[in-house]
């Protein structure tokens, strides 16, 4: 098999966001506060938030959780995706992570939508299921050593016809070395072992290449 020159898949990604996912005004400067604010370089590239953004929009989601916030940058795409009546509450650890992400919602005009909740996650979670709440899509794309915690919390939310993505999960290939102990990569393995033998999901897994590196997404459908 032909190895591709090093830079091609990154040219490649950058030929098919400025095409297919250009950025406009509001994830162009969410992107650069969450920068200027010192926040990691690890939000969804532009074509994985136009997946996800596709994904919504098919699914028809009117309620979305996201599970992990970042800098808002994936909850813009997900949060255009809904009717004027939806919502999503999205869930971040670091209150200075929420912060910069209400001000890029705010100016992407979607502070009325979506709701940041600060906090650690597994915290957050049992009180959505106390307030009874459901949801149509569910993107977990946080901590990954809690991946199997937040995919069985994704269950208890979610209804027949729900759509849970779970990102990160190729983890560079470490996820298939059974040798390999770092806590993301077993939280991942761990989880994608949930997926397939849960009963209630039908779920697949594909590998990803671009301007993000080597990684992939996992996908999975809830059902009766």
């Keep these: 098999m032909t ?3 090093p830079g091609t898949s990154t040219t490649v990604d950058t030929y098919l966001s400025d095409l297919l996912a250009p950025a406009d005004d509001a994830l162009g400067a969410a992107l650069a506060d969450s920068d200027k604010a010192g926040l990691p370089s690890i939000q969804v590239s532009a074509v994985n938030g136009k997946l996800l953004h596709l994904i919504a929009r098919i699914q028809g989601a009117r309620h979305i959780l996201e599970i992990g916030t970042l800098g808002g940058y994936s909850t813009i795409w997900l949060a255009r995706a809904l009717p004027a009546d939806g919502s999503l509450i999205s869930l971040e650890y670091s209150a200075r992570h929420a912060e910069v992400a209400r ?3 705010t100016r992407a005009g979607l502070d009325k939508t979506v709701e940041v909740r600060v906090g650690a996650a597994l915290d957050s979670l049992p009180q959505l299921v106390d ?3 459901d949801f149509d899509l569910v993107f977990i794309d946080a901590d990954k050593a809690n991946n199997p915690h937040y995919v069985e919390w994704a269950l208890r939310l979610t209804h027949p016809g729900s759509v849970i993505v779970v990102d990160n999960v190729v983890r560079g290939g470490r996820v298939a070395d059974p040798e390999n102990t770092d806590p993301d ?3 991942t393995r761990t989880a994608l072992q949930l997926l397939s033998d849960h009963p209630k999901l039908d779920a697949t897994a594909i590998q990803t290449v671009g301007a993000k590196g080597y990684d992939g997404f996992a996908l999975a459908y809830v059902q009766e």
């Design 103 to 105: 001000a890029n919602l």
């Design 185 to 187: 990569v077993i939280g």
């Design 131 to 133: 307030e009874e709440r």
């Design 3 to 5: 190895t591709p020159p």
